[in-house]
């Protein structure tokens, strides 16, 4: 059985704070590692289920469009490091 701290830090662990450099300066932000939630204010709230059906769309869409451009980006990648190569 928890104690009743032990429970509070357990829940308070689920908002991380990720440090990241944007226009050469720090941002601290808060993430959530719980599935179907998101940060909003500060504060872990639930996704609705409308919004993860159209976030589970754009992620397929994006992936869709990655992929499609990855080949284009393959070729012209090995193009440059032939002309790299020829440099030398």
Same mark, same amino acid.
């Given at each position: 059985m928890k104690?009743?701290?032990e429970y509070l830090d357990a829940t308070l662990e689920a908002l991380k704070r990720k440090i990241v450099f944007r226009a050469g300066k720090k941002i601290i932000l808060k993430k959530t590692d719980k599935k179907g939630y998101k940060v909003v204010d500060g504060k872990e709230v639930k996704m609705s289920a409308k919004e993860k059906m159209n976030r589970k769309k754009a992620a397929k869409k994006g992936a869709m469009k990655r992929k499609s451009g990855s080949a284009a980006a393959a #070729? #012209?990648?090995a193009r440059s490091m032939k002309k790299r190569k020829g440099m030398k």
């Open positions: 104690t009743f701290q #070729k #012209k990648r």
